[in-house]
């Protein structure tokens, strides 16, 4: 298993540019989630899906969409990027939910917006 | 959720045991304590979890006070690859979403 895969692994944006960043998970997780870290902080989630055709937003969704049409693909977008969109964004995802399931977590996308 | 506090750095020589602590004092009974590590900016790496009783694995061993509002991260032989930093997160069953905080920097020492 390849895991959680994110790409691009690193981009810069121009303010105002749009974007999507790609997360795809092979081991038929339901649950995914995207977050964003900002230097020396914790991650906050941005949205988390519960499986297919269903997402909901997490603590800091402005600024952010998804969707979640398969299993496999958690893809983020960002619409009129700005520089408070500055972060390293991470993908996850977990079988079940609740306190007894790890989160897998991608290598993450390292996004400049200048 | 409940939150936790963690000391903001740590030291420990190489081949010693580090040991990091983690106060959750408003932990509830059906929440679990999670343990992640984050090396250099990769994406976070599960370590240990527990509700109750201690538990080991192959990476760590992790203690849980009796009263539950402390636990304490025990990596036995720590190497230079351990330099990292630790979050404890605590999470009940029905949640969805992992509160963090800004951990622990461990810092192993030759």
């Known amino acids: 298993n390849a895991g959680v895969t994110q790409t691009p692994k690193f981009r810069i944006l121009k303010i105002g540019q749009s974007m999507t960043l790609q997360c795809t998970q092979d081991?038929?997780?339901?649950?995914m989630y995207w977050y964003r870290q900002d230097p020396g902080m914790g991650l906050k989630l941005i949205y988390y899906?519960?499986?297919?055709?269903?997402?909901d937003k997490g603590e800091v969704p402005n600024g952010y969409n998804v969707s979640r049409s398969t299993t496999e693909d958690f893809p983020l977008r960002l619409e009129l990027a700005a520089p408070s969109q500055t972060s390293v964004y991470f993908c996850?995802?977990?079988?079940?939910?609740?306190?007894?399931?790890?989160?897998?977590f991608g290598p993450g996308t390292r996004l400049t917006v200048l | 959720d409940a939150k936790t506090t963690q000391p903001t750095s740590m030291d420990c020589a190489e081949g010693r045991a580090a040991n990091l602590p983690c106060n959750h004092s408003?932990?509830?009974?059906?929440?679990?304590v999670y343990w992640y590590r984050q090396i250099h900016s990769q994406g976070p790496q599960y370590i240990i979890h527990?509700?109750?009783?201690?538990e080991t694995n192959e990476m760590a061993s992790l203690i849980i006070t009796e009263d539950r509002k402390s636990s304490t991260l025990i990596l036995p032989h720590a190497t230079l690859r351990d330099t990292a930093v630790y979050y404890c997160?605590?999470?009940?069953?029905?949640?969805?979403?992992?509160?963090w905080g800004a951990g622990t920097k461990l810092i192993i020492k030759p």
């Open positions: 527990g509700l109750k009783n201690n």
């Open positions: 997160i605590v999470m009940g069953e029905s949640n969805y979403q992992l509160i």
């Open positions: 081991m038929n997780h339901n649950y």
């Open positions: 899906s519960v499986g297919a055709g269903i997402t």
């Open positions: 408003t932990i509830s009974g059906n929440e679990y």
């Open positions: 996850a995802s977990t079988p079940n939910l609740g306190g007894r399931n790890e989160q897998f």
